[in-house]
């Protein structure tokens, strides 16, 4: 009924199968490296915080910051009433 099948024939469907396979492997541990800057990467580095304190409260900000930083205390302090309000 049916032709017996050779074993050189099985050798070579099996390495093609595996070399098909080898050849996705690597896809499922993408680390994203290749891929460009934008907001949803995710980024390691290390940011260093800093903080201006008041009285009634805290502002935090890093890198080149400060002067908004300033705006925003100034800011907030004169108007606390209309943004406690809120």
């Known amino acids: 009924m049916f032709a017996p099948i050779r074993l050189p024939l ?4 099996a390495v093609a199968l595996a070399v098909c396979c ?3 492997a690597p896809a499922q541990f993408y680390s ?7 907001k949803n990467r ?3 580095q ?4 800093q903080q201006y304190r008041f ?3 805290e502002v935090f900000f890093y890198q080149e910051g400060r002067n908004l930083a300033r705006y925003v205390a100034q ?3 004169v108007h606390r009433k209309e943004l ?3």
């Open 10 to 13: 099985i050798r070579a469907i």
């Open 22 to 24: 080898m050849s996705v």
């Open 32 to 38: 994203g490296s290749q891929q460009e800057y934008g």
């Open 42 to 44: 995710v980024q390691y």
């Open 46 to 49: 290390d940011f260093l915080w």
């Open 55 to 57: 009285k009634d409260m």
């Open 75 to 77: 800011a907030a302090t």
């Open 84 to 86: 406690e309000k809120q």
